[in-house]
């Protein structure tokens, strides 16, 4: 009797609940994923109505993509996620230590948390709209600060490399401060409060705290934002898709690698498509693999380690 | 067991809930489908009635593909067999029974002519009632629909209709327009689109003393001329036009050759099209266009036609007046004028092509001829939707019909009496199947240039460049001298 109610699983339970997911996932995810890269073999696209191909072309996909301006694409988007990124990180670090700091008593965090939030429920492609209008040549901005008397004439913001760009970072900085220093808060709050209150009582000033504390502890969790926002920044599509009406304007200095990727698809070509898919899989893939091992092998140790360095120094 | 039961439903519900998303639509379709199989059964006797035999054996639903709501305004206003159309202005009801749908995506950024090119793709396979029946395309890819080869618009003599006794009031461009390479015409319109010279009457009045159309068309009558008016308008603190890209339909539309020769995979950048460039750039730099102004169809560009902007003229057909001119004036009636562009052109139009595979051929046959051939209907579109229509005999009447044709937004001027000469004399341009990017990204790439951001020859790379994307099959892009 005993032995018959061991034999007895639960388990198959669990793979039928998760059934539907990797069903939906093979189907809808899996096979797409596996005919992309089959097709960045292949010369195939629409002329017209007429579909040329698919011909087997080999490699040829991934060396006309080397020769074309995918390098500087690249870099652009590198550039476009950098402006964005290092504002975004720096006020998300601020805004997390003082939300969190239980000395400075700030009064409706919960307040702040939702609104610091907000943009990011905005859609990317309405907030990129919503500045192109307002920093248009004649738009609200540029009619404040004339009628302010700080300009004498129009900025052409989105005329010149440096304005695009700002504004593109600015934009994304927006959308994703909020998020980040959520995160950061999370991981703030992680850290055992005692720790905190031990070098209060050692007269630790809070500055040396958010150095020698607070930065250290939460080093995973920073390296995880880093990581997930690079992915999230190759991908950097509808922001400066709007902005630059799909051209990346002006002189191709803010088209990124997708919108590359889209202007392959208006003509439905799947293999130049597929082979720039295949390269963006790897760098994400690559990067993926950076997390998995942070968060998995290097999360203990570090944190450890952080914190008998804290303790060494309290001695 | 209890729990058994439990889990089981669980699961089900969750499967189906995960399912439902992904069934919705196919589910939605069959629905669809039956209902309108149910209703023509019902209306089987109606026809009858109607007395169509050659319609009787038809398909109950024709797909109308199309970009907007123009063409389905139009269809209600003169097709006689229109009782109705639902509220949300999707499907038209037919006397005999028959339900037009129409299958609305937009033009920008090439999405109506994805699900277009997917539609007529399936087109072989599809259900009877989901087969396309009409679909519209515009000047910039008629070509791509009416080529020979790819055979998805029936020739009209197909249909039934003899486009030389049927069509022979129509301006002889639109027919040439919409007809393939072997001259064999796949489609037709009921518009046509000359396109003039519209200025604001108070800012003539302040640098010529004068708002008499007859005296500013001298002023602006051929591109020498119009470059002195510049100037004595650049003098009192006004741009001629809005943009650089304002002109470009003058020039692009009258170029020698095609962009792209039939069979070729070259692209021949016409000598005019550089002309353009160079026009534009000096008038750019000596201060006659708004150099705020990037482009067209943005918030710049609407804005220069309101009544604080220092914009002198637009250059637009009758639909550009209508749609977008005046909605974006602010002042009253009565501000602007029309007179005689420096350069005759044609700037839009849209083609009505009835599908190879569809199962209504006769209402698609009466549509066509109802919207694009019929005279009386043709003048009454002109009269309460302000097209200037496709028939030489009553444009003519039109313009000297001022009781009749006089707009209020113009102040009472009669725009037809300058439409009609100007379509007589519109040259058309031989199109090609890439006219649309090619015209969209050589704005693009020399928009950078006018505005100094880079030189002559990286415009010139970029455009390369941005079309070679765009047409994959595209190998070499051939400058002029």
Redesign the interface.
Same mark, same amino acid.
């Given at each position: 009797m005993k032995q018959k109610r061991k034999s007895i699983s639960y388990s198959k339970?669990g793979y039928?609940?998760i059934l =539907?997911?990797f069903v939906?996932f093979f189907i809808?995810s899996f096979i797409p994923l596996v005919d992309t890269v089959r097709y960045s073999f292949f010369e195939y696209?629409?002329? !017209?109505?007429? +579909?040329?191909g698919p011909n087997f072309v080999g490699l040829e996909n991934y060396g006309s993509l080397i020769k074309? +301006?995918m390098i500087k694409y690249a870099g652009n988007t590198l550039v476009l996620w950098i402006i964005g990124f290092i504002p975004q990180i720096v006020i998300a670090l601020l805004l997390a230590a003082w939300f969190v700091d239980a000395r400075l008593k700030i009064h409706g965090v919960q307040f702040f948390k939702v609104v610091i939030y907000l943009p990011n429920l905005i859609m990317a492609s309405a907030f990129a709209m919503l500045f192109?209008?307002m920093f248009?040549?004649?738009?609200p901005i540029n009619s404040i600060l004339i009628s302010r008397g700080l300009i004498d004439s *129009?900025i +052409?913001f989105? !005329?010149?490399?440096f304005g695009t760009r700002s504004l593109v970072g600015l934009m994304n900085f927006l959308m994703w401060f909020g998020n980040t220093t959520i995160m950061l808060m999370a991981a703030i709050m992680g850290i055992s409060p005692d720790i905190f209150e031990a070098s209060e009582i050692d007269g630790c000033s809070s500055v040396r705290r958010f150095f020698y504390i607070t930065l250290p502890l939460i080093r995973p969790i920073l390296a995880y934002t880093l990581i997930t926002s690079i992915i999230g920044g190759l991908q950097m599509f509808d922001v400066p898709q709007i902005l630059t009406? !799909? *051209?990346g304007? =002006? +002189?191709?200095t803010s088209m990124t690698l997708i919108m590359?990727l889209n202007?392959?698809l208006?003509?439905n070509?799947y293999g130049?498509a597929g082979a720039l898919s295949v390269y963006l899989f790897l760098v994400s893939g690559f990067l993926c693999f950076l997390v998995y091992r942070m968060t998995n092998n290097e999360d203990m140790d570090s944190s450890k380690a952080a914190a008998k360095k804290a303790k060494g120094r309290r001695k | 067991m209890k729990k058994k039961i439990v889990?089981i439903l669980l #699961?089900a519900a969750?499967?189906a809930g995960?399912?439902s998303g992904?069934g919705g639509q196919s589910g939605a379709q069959t629905g669809g489908t039956a209902d309108t199989q149910s209703g023509s059964d019902a209306q089987g006797g109606n026809d009858a009635q109607a007395g169509e035999t050659a319609a009787a054996d038809e398909g109950k639903v024709i797909n109308i593909y199309c970009w907007n709501n123009e063409f389905r305004e139009r269809v209600e206003l003169v097709y006689p067999e229109v009782v109705e159309t639902s509220s949300d202005g999707t499907v038209t009801t037919l006397k005999d029974g028959t339900e037009i749908h129409w299958v609305v995506n937009p033009n920008q950024?090439?999405v109506y002519q994805q699900k277009l090119?997917e539609a007529?793709?399936n087109q072989a396979n599809a259900a009877a009632d989901d087969k396309v029946d009409i679909f519209l395309s515009e000047t910039d890819y008629v070509n791509?629909?009416t080529?020979a080869?790819?055979d998805?618009a029936i020739p009209l003599t197909d249909l039934g209709i003899d486009p030389d006794t049927d069509l022979a009031d129509q301006y002889a461009f639109t027919k040439v327009t919409a007809s393939d390479e072997n001259g064999v015409q796949r489609g037709s319109t009921w518009q046509c689109c000359p396109g003039l010279l519209v200025y604001r009457r108070d800012i003539a009045q302040d640098v010529f003393g004068t708002d008499d159309p007859e005296t500013i068309g001298e002023k602006v009558k051929d591109w020498d001329t119009i470059k002195a008016t510049a100037a004595e308008l650049k003098a009192k603190g006004y741009y001629t036009f809005a943009s650089y890209a304002d002109t470009f339909r003058l020039y692009g539309n009258s170029i020698d050759a095609p962009w792209v020769a039939p069979g070729e995979t070259t692209i021949k950048v016409d000598q005019k099209i550089m002309n353009w460039v160079s026009d534009s750039k000096e008038w750019l730099d000596a201060g006659y266009l708004d150099s705020?102004? $990037?482009g067209q169809w943005?918030?710049?560009w609407n804005?220069?036609m309101g009544s604080a902007s220092k914009v002198f003229a637009f250059l637009f057909p009758a639909w550009g007046i209508d749609f977008t001119l005046k909605p974006n004036w602010d002042g009253g009636d009565g501000a602007w004028a029309v007179t005689n562009p420096p350069q005759e052109y044609n700037w839009g139009g849209s083609y009505v092509h009835a599908c190879t595979g569809t199962d209504n051929p006769q209402h698609v046959k009466d549509i066509i001829l109802a919207v694009t051939a019929d005279k009386d209907n043709l003048l009454k579109i002109s009269k309460e939707k302000t097209d200037f229509t496709n028939t030489q005999s009553s444009m003519r009447e039109a313009a000297t019909d001022d009781a009749n044709f006089s707009s209020e937004f113009l102040g009472g001027q009669n725009a037809f009496k300058y439409f009609a000469p100007v379509a007589e004399n519109i040259k058309m341009a031989p199109l090609s199947?890439y006219d649309q990017g090619c015209v969209e990204l050589i704005q693009?790439s020399f928009?950078?240039y006018f505005?100094g #951001?880079?030189d002559f020859d $990286?415009a010139k790379t970029?455009f390369e460049?941005?079309i070679k994307?765009?047409?994959?099959?595209i190998t070499e892009i051939q400058w002029p001298e």
């Open positions: 339970w039928i609940f =539907p997911f939906c809808f696209y629409r002329s !017209g109505l007429k +579909d040329i074309s +301006d192109f209008t248009s040549t004649n738009g *129009q +052409d989105m !005329g010149s490399v009406n !799909g *051209q304007n =002006p +002189d191709r590359f202007s392959h208006k003509s070509n130049m | 889990s #699961m969750i499967a995960t399912l992904c950024d090439g090119d007529l793709i791509k629909y080529d080869a790819a998805v705020t102004v $990037k943005n918030s710049d804005q220069a199947a693009n928009s950078d505005q #951001m880079v $990286k970029n460049t941005a994307e765009r047409y994959p099959e």
